[in-house]
């Protein structure tokens, strides 16, 4: 049943515990959104590893995406002009950090998405002189938000750090998706196959079709022809992978199927997030997957909606 729920802005927020770690995010006179709290850890962006409810993987990783702060750097929003979403990453010296490495294709990957799972975008600010990243704000909607930035420092590791931000407003929570097959982005379809358990590895593949017609000629989107993250319900934990193979490798097709190694650490509702290109303009399809429950097969025929009523979307 969806709740509506009225949000409000309130004071600074800030707080990253993970035993007796904790990461502190700031923000200095801000306007709506303002941080609600951050959690994050481990790096999500590399490591497929994405574990538990606030705890370790048996292998020893930590979430990704969880704490606002981890091995000394830290996520900080600041503020920034309505319509602009701007944030820094300050490192062990507390200082801006204002070297980077490209991965694909970025040296910084923003990700957010609702708590609800709604809303999902993936953007690429760019960087001031000064350390300050900026981009036209992808928080749509009233509502609570997870922000992750997904980046390594020069000379560091891979990162993805997290924080929650709230923009006021009417907020009618939507329900997770139902498992499914198949999903509809405008006149494509997209269709998925793939049974997901906890701890082993997972071969996740995506077929696309415009109009009944196999798709062939995916074009490159951050150096693959796909790219997907998967969120976990409840704390948002981050998977971030990356399909087999690369073009111009002389072995990876340009469609119309994309293929994944996944590594999903729990069992658990996860959402995933499959951007590709086609024409110039990146699509993104949306699916749920229930991790671990043999009951819970996706069926095929099934239609996953955005926030506004149309499957999936797409943007430049």
Same mark, same amino acid.
């Given at each position: 049943m969806n709740t509506a729920t009225k949000l409000t802005g309130f $004071?600074? @927020?800030?707080? %990253?515990?993970? #035993?007796?770690?904790?990461?502190?995010?700031?923000?200095? /006179?801000? !306007?709506?959104?303002?941080? $609600?709290? @951050?959690?994050? %850890?481990?790096? #999500?962006?590399?490591?497929?590893?994405?574990?538990?409810? /606030?705890? !370790?993987?048996p292998g020893g990783h930590l979430p990704g995406g969880l704490l606002v702060s981890d091995r000394g750097y830290t996520l900080v929003p600041v503020a920034a002009p309505e319509g602009e979403f701007a944030f820094r990453v300050t490192g062990p010296d507390g200082k801006p950090v204002t070297r980077y490495e490209v991965n694909h294709d970025k040296p910084m990957h923003l990700i957010v998405a609702r708590r609800d799972l709604g809303g999902f975008q993936h953007v690429h600010p760019e960087m001031a002189a000064d350390g300050t990243w900026r981009v036209a704000s992808p928080l749509s909607s009233p509502g609570v938000w997870r922000a992750f930035a997904d980046f390594t420092p020069t000379g560091g590791e891979a990162l993805?750090?997290?924080?929650?931000?709230?923009?006021?407003?009417?907020?009618?929570?939507?329900?997770?998706?139902?498992?499914?097959?198949?999903?509809?982005?405008?006149?494509?379809?997209v269709d998925f196959h793939g049974t997901p358990q906890p701890g082993g590895n997972t071969t996740l593949t995506f077929t696309v079709s415009r109009d009944g017609v196999p798709v062939r000629n995916l074009e490159p989107y951050l150096g693959a022809f796909g790219h997907l993250v998967a969120l976990r319900q409840g704390d948002l934990a981050y998977l971030h992978v990356h399909p087999e193979?690369?073009?111009?490798?002389?072995?990876?097709?340009?469609?119309?199927?994309?293929?994944?190694?996944?590594?999903?650490?729990?069992?658990?509702?996860?959402?995933?997030?499959?951007?590709?290109?086609h024409d110039g303009v990146v699509r993104t399809a949306e699916f749920t997957v229930h991790v671990g429950d043999p009951g819970a097969i996706p069926s095929p025929g099934g239609l996953i909606a955005d926030e506004h009523g149309t499957p999936g979307h797409e943007h430049n």
């Open positions: $004071a600074l @927020g800030l707080v %990253a515990v993970f #035993g007796a770690a904790y990461g502190v995010g700031q923000l200095t /006179d801000p !306007p709506a959104p303002i941080v $609600a709290e @951050g959690h994050q %850890a481990g790096d #999500g962006s590399h490591d497929t590893t994405a574990p538990g409810h /606030d705890t !370790p993987d993805t750090l997290g924080v929650d931000l709230t923009v006021p407003g009417e907020l009618t929570e939507q329900p997770l998706p139902a498992p499914a097959s198949s999903t509809r982005v405008h006149d494509y379809t193979g690369q073009p111009g490798d002389g072995r990876t097709a340009p469609g119309p199927q994309v293929r994944f190694g996944a590594e999903f650490p729990t069992a658990g509702a996860y959402r995933l997030y499959l951007d590709f290109r």
